[in-house]
């Protein structure tokens, strides 16, 4: 069974601090992809990073990374240098590469920057 | 246009009628994906075409969803006799296929309300 688990409802973080929203995940595929979204108060969700099963190194998109660490099936996402912008819900997300094509998605957590 | 492209943005319908709603996907995205999304939950995988065929519908929730892709590029979610547990956000999203991280990239959602 594939599962993304997602344990914080919500988070607060002071503008320009770092925060780091938690991800685990589970899959019997050897071979996955690990995504992360965002999703304003406008509805639209947004492609920020990606992971795949096989990178090495964690992966970074500007102020965004992804700290993965496989053996515990975790891959936490890591916003540098909070912006008030950044306030919305964030989504982590598994693709297994070889079971059906179908992105599993989980709960989300609400983040809010304080100013 | 440049991204996914969603009608209606807001439909109100009454318990038991007909509803359609369109997807319009990126040009040349060959993937295409439904999703639905309830209050406070992530997005729930309903169906995935790849091409004009439905690769996997196992998340329709039952024979009242149907969609279809005929040429391979817009798409229509059709629900036969509304229920209130119907209301959600239908979300679209397109994908390249091929593509190594191949993210999905969504539509605004259509907002389904069934009263």
């Known amino acids: 069974a594939q599962k993304i688990t997602q344990t914080q409802p919500g988070m607060f973080v002071q503008e320009k601090e770092a925060v780091t929203l938690d991800c685990t995940y589970d899959?019997?595929?050897?071979?996955?992809?690990l995504f992360w979204y965002k999703q304003p108060s406008s509805g639209e969700m947004i492609f920020l990073i990606y992971?795949?099963?096989?990178?090495?190194q964690n992966a970074t998109e500007g102020r965004y990374s992804l700290n993965f660490q496989k053996a515990r099936k975790s891959a936490n996402l890591v916003i540098s240098a909070s912006q008030l912008g950044d306030s919305a819900m964030y989504f982590c997300?598994?693709?297994?590469?070889?079971?059906?094509?179908?992105?599993?998605f989980g709960t989300g957590t609400s983040l809010t920057v304080i100013p | 246009g440049a991204g996914v492209s969603q009608t209606p943005s807001n439909k109100v319908t009454e318990k038991g009628k007909y509803v359609e709603l369109r997807c319009d996907p990126i040009?040349?995205?060959?993937?295409l994906y439904w999703y639905r999304q309830s209050l406070g939950q992530g997005p729930e995988f309903l169906i995935y075409?790849?091409?004009?065929?439905?690769?996997?519908d196992s998340g329709l929730p039952n024979d009242r969803f149907f969609a279809v892709r005929p040429e391979g590029s817009v798409s229509t979610l059709k629900i036969q006799r509304t229920e209130r547990g119907d209301s959600a956000v239908y979300l679209c999203?397109?994908?390249?296929?091929?593509?190594?991280?191949?993210?999905?990239?969504f539509g605004e959602g259509s907002r389904l309300t069934v009263l």
């Open positions: 999203a397109s994908s390249e296929t091929g593509r190594n991280t191949g993210e999905l990239f």
């Open positions: 899959t019997s595929d050897q071979s996955y992809g």
């Open positions: 992971q795949g099963s096989y990178d090495e």
């Open positions: 997300a598994m693709r297994p590469r070889y079971t059906g094509n179908q992105f599993y």
């Open positions: 040009s040349g995205h060959t993937a």
């Open positions: 075409f790849q091409g004009t065929g439905a690769a996997d």
